[in-house]
Every structure is written in structure tokens, then in C-alpha cells.
């Protein structure tokens, strides 16, 4: 299993420079766009996510205003559907938040509406450091020359699966194993221990995404889809041939517990997802759990890269230095990782991942993963997003749900999913 601790496993991770430790937290955009009063100015920050994310932004937030007097953070939160469901609403009647928490699917559909700042004129002001992010996290919201967002943290695709049944079955993931290990595992555990496999990946769109990078493709290009209904055909056809076996968890059962895992329910032994989402099943689950690394076509490439959640800024703003210093605290304040811990992944910057020590065992688990994927050398540049790939994601998850049910046939889910796809590409 990847959990090599290695010889510093921080400074493995400090891949894009020194420690920067208060970096871009200048006070050159205190002020500056302010009333003509000389008082506070007020931005508004908002986010989706759990309350215990929100209260540790809150505290996040009382701190910075504590060290930024001059600025007043207002807040606000919905869970993942309902925040872009108001923040689409708000954008159109032109008043978004000064500051959102955003995604790589995200930045070019809103891009290509002038809905977000560039930052990089803050950078340039001094307003906003770039300086010591890790693995060349910086760029990964730099699109076509414009700076449209800061990473808070990374995540990578990893495999979460119940040790208990891993070590009973005899299997140790290690990195480079194969598709065919993998599912020889499977095999391997259900006609053992009658358990499925696996949950059920074949509509993840990240990871169909690895698999398509291991083969020389990719699921986007920067305009579009970058393959087509000869790979996702037999991908599919396949997928459906593994529930019908038991290889893949009872859909039906799937559907019936959410929002709880199938996975930490005990229906399966394992299932691909971001790594830092791992911290859910200790918490849902009774057994133990770990990462496994993602296995590959030919036991090399994995098509991994470090994605992220990040914050960015309204073009609307006001107040765009006071949102570069705001966005800079909350990226590179020591305290900040401190409070949030690995909430929204491991610590984008070398002074926020060094300031934070998991003491927890799953927390333990996701840097010692994201160490071990630095270690192997994996890590590739992130697939382009075009507009319209959270349709697209969607999309790709729903059609896949309703292949496992059997509403539809592996030829007709191919053809609906590609046809709103085009659909999607087409009207952004």
C-alpha cells in the first residue's frame, strides 16, 4: 500500500521553493478602494461545504480581520448544489461575492462570462504572493495568461479500500500494480468474503480521466472532449458485465443508503476517490481504512496530478487589492492550516503544510499518500477544463447510475452521455 513515509516527507513536498511563512499578506491592499471615510471595507466571502467547515472559516476569518482591521469579511455558506444554484443567481443579477471558493471544472465556464477576476495585476502590485505553493500548484488556476484563482489545497485521486478485507484476502497494494492485479483482487475478495470489490468507479469522470491519460488520451481537451464513444463503449460495456457479477456493489443498495458509503457500510471493499475524502469513512464506518495507490495500464503511468480547491475573486470587486490580501492570508497564514487542517486537502503552500501535523489516522494517511505519489514521480499537469465540464461531470456520473440500474443499454448510455455533452460544450 502507498503509505511510504520516507526519509523527509516534507521536504519531498517542498517542490515549488522555501517556506512563506506570512508571504502575501502585505499590508499595501489594506485600505485601498476603501470609503472615503477612512473606515473598514467590507468583502464578502462565500463557500460551499459541511458546518464544520464553517465554523472553522469563521474562525479563519475573525483572525484575519483581528490582523487586517481595515477589512471586514462577510460570510456565507450553502452545501455544493445550492451554492451554485445562488451564486449563478447573484452573478447574473451582477453582485457575486467579493471572493468564492471555486473549482478547476468551474474557471473557464465563468471565465468565458467575465465573471472572475484576474489576480495576476495583485501579484504584480505586491498584493498577492505566488511564492513557495507546492508541485507548481500555483498555475493551476492560470488560464490563458489570466491568474483565476489560488489553491487552498491539493488532492489527488486515490483508491480508499477496508484493510480488514485487504489483509484477510492477502492482497497489498503497492505502487505500480496493474488493472489486471487490481481486479484479480476483486475476484479475489468477493468469492472469498462475498463482498463487491468495489462501489462502483465507472462514473467518476476523474478517474475514467486517469485511465484515458495512462492510454496517451485525456477526457478534455481545452475545447472540448478528448475522446470518444470507442473508448467509453467497451468501458462501460464492461463496467455493467462487473455489476451484473457482484465485482461492482448492488446499484439498488447503493442508492438505498445514501448519502452514507457503501464502502464504510460494509458493501464493498473499496472505492476511487479524492484523497483527502478519505476522512469520511473512519467516521461513518466500523473497520479500518486506507489508500491504496491507483493502478495503471502498463505499471507506470498513472495519469496523476494534484487537483485543488481554491479561492478566487469577483471581476465585480470593489475592492480587488483588499480580495488579493484576503485570498493571500487564507493560503499562507501558518494558523490558518492550523484551523482548517486537511478540510479542503493537504496545504496548498510549504508554510501552511508545515505548520499543520496530522495527529489523526486518516489525516496521516492522506500526507503520507501525497508524499509517497511526490516520491514515485507520477505527478503529471492537470487535464485542461473547458466550459461546461460540471454539466459534463454531472452528466457522466448520472448516465453511468442509471447504466447500473439497467435503464439503459452500455450503446444507448454511450450516445446520451456525448450527446449531452455536445450540448453542454455548445452552450457556454
Avoid at 519531498?12 to 473606515?39: D, N, P, Q, R, V
Avoid at 472553522?56 to 445550492?82: A, G, N, R, S, W
Avoid at 473508448?231 to 447503493?254: C, H, M, N, Q
Avoid at 501525497?370 to 465540464?389: D, N, Q
Wanted: proline content about 5%; aromatic content about 10%.
Amino acid at each position: 500500500m502507498s503509505r511510504n513515509n520516507g526519509i523527509d516527507r516534507r521536504q519531498m513536498l517542498k517542490l515549488a521553493g522555501f517556506s512563506a511563512a506570512g508571504l502575501g499578506l502585505t499590508a499595501a491592499g489594506c485600505g485601498s478602494g476603501g470609503s472615503g471615510s477612512g473606515g473598514p471595507v467590507t468583502i464578502r466571502h462565500s463557500w460551499w461545504g459541511a458546518d464544520d467547515r464553517a465554523k472553522k472559516i469563521q474562525q479563519c476569518v475573525t483572525l484575519f480581520e483581528k490582523k487586517h482591521p481595515k477589512i471586514k469579511v462577510k460570510t456565507d455558506f450553502q452545501q455544493y448544489p445550492d451554492f451554485w444554484k445562488k451564486f449563478n443567481t447573484q452573478a447574473a443579477g451582477g453582485n457575486p461575492p467579493d471572493v468564492i471558493q471555486n473549482a478547476v471544472t468551474f474557471l473557464r465556464k465563468y471565465e468565458a462570462k467575465n465573471v472572475l477576476l484576474d489576480l495576476s495585476p495583485q501579484v504584480e502590485k505586491g498584493n498577492l504572493s505566488l511564492d513557495g505553493f507546492r508541485a507548481g500548484l500555483e498555475k493551476f488556476a492560470d488560464i490563458d495568461g489570466k491568474l483565476l484563482g489560488v489553491p487552498v489545497g491539493s488532492n489527488s485521486m486515490a483508491l480508499v479500500i477496508d484493510q480488514a478485507v485487504y489483509e484477510k484476502a492477502g492482497i497489498t497494494p503497492e505502487t505500480g500494480w496493474t488493472w489486471d492485479e487490481w481486479y484479480a483482487g476483486m475476484e479475489k475478495i468477493r468469492d472469498g468474503q462475498k463482498v463487491a470489490g468495489d462501489v462502483g468507479p465507472h462514473g467518476v469522470m476523474y478517474l475514467y480521466d486517469l485511465i484515458l491519460r495512462q492510454n496517451g488520451k485525456a477526457f478534455f481537451t481545452e475545447d472540448g472532449m478528448g475522446f470518444g464513444e470507442a473508448e467509453l463503449l467497451p468501458y462501460w460495456t464492461e463496467a455493467l458485465a462487473r455489476v451484473k457479477s457482484g465485482i461492482y456493489a448492488d446499484p439498488k443498495k447503493v442508492e438505498q443508503i445514501k448519502p452514507a458509503s457503501a464502502l464504510a457500510r460494509g458493501m464493498a471493499s473499496g472505492e476511487f476517490t479524492w484523497d483527502n475524502f478519505s476522512i469520511r469513512y473512519s467516521a461513518e464506518g466500523k473497520s479500518r481504512y486506507g489508500l491504496a495507490p491507483i493502478p495503471s495500464t502498463d505499471g507506470k503511468r498513472t495519469g496523476q496530478y494534484l487537483g485543488s480547491l481554491m479561492l478566487s475573486g469577483s471581476a465585480r470587486t470593489k475592492h480587488p487589492a483588499e480580495v488579493a490580501t484576503f485570498i493571500g492570508f487564507m493560503t499562507h497564514e501558518p494558523e490558518v492550516a492550523r484551523i482548517m487542517g486537511y478540510d479542503r486537502g493537504v496545504p496548498a503552500t510549504t508554510a501552511q503544510f508545515e505548520a499543520y501535523r496530522p495527529t489523526d489516522a486518516p489525516s496521516k494517511a492522506i500526507e503520507a499518500y501525497e508524499t509517497a505519489i511526490a516520491e514515485a514521480g507520477v505527478l503529471e499537469p492537470i487535464t485542461p477544463h473547458p466550459a461546461g465540464a460540471d454539466v459534463i461531470e454531472a452528466a457522466f456520473l448520472r448516465i453511468a447510475g442509471d447504466l447500473s440500474l439497467g435503464k439503459a443499454s452500455p450503446k444507448d448510455s454511450v450516445k446520451q452521455f456525448f450527446s449531452e455533452a455536445q450540448t453542454a460544450l455548445g452552450s457556454n
